[in-house]
Nanobody, 119 residues
Framework: EVQVEEFGGGTVQAGGTLNLSCTFVGNTGHARCMGWWRQFPGKERERVVLIEGDGWTRYANDVKGRFTVSNDVAKKTLDLEMTALKPEDTAMYFC?????????????WGQGAQVTVSS
């Protein structure tokens, strides 16, 4: 069984910075893809950033240049630095790890961390 420990988030004023972190504990098999998703109230979960292995990344357009992901596949850790935050970034943020060729329903998910940005 894999346990996901997700930390961070909180409340910050617009323009501020918050950090999120995740650790995946247990046997994750051949999982090498990791990422962050966020969910706005009443909306579907949307991808913020995806990172494959220790290199290739893909950011959502509206966070490029503001959010920075880092990870260590061997240590199974994942971090997200969020700078220049905007009120529209307010959402529940989820970390996930899984095999790149598996559907997201087969990935390991964190419990979520609330990020609130006040104007």
């Amino acid at each position: 069984e894999v346990q996901v420990e997700e930390f961070g988030g909180g409340t910050v004023q617009a323009g501020g910075t918050l950090n999120l972190s995740c650790t995946f504990v247990g046997n994750t098999g051949h999982a090498r893809c990791m990422g962050w998703w966020r969910q706005f109230p009443g909306k579907e979960r949307e991808r913020v950033v995806l990172i494959e292995g220790d290199g290739w990344t893909r950011y959502a357009n509206d966070v490029k240049g503001r959010f920075t992901v880092s990870n260590d596949v061997a240590k199974k850790t994942l971090d997200l630095e969020m700078t220049a935050l905007k009120p529209e970034d307010t959402a529940m943020y989820f970390c996930a790890m899984g095999r790149c060729d598996y559907g997201l329903s087969d990935w390991y998910w964190g419990q979520g961390a609330q990020v609130t940005v006040s104007s």
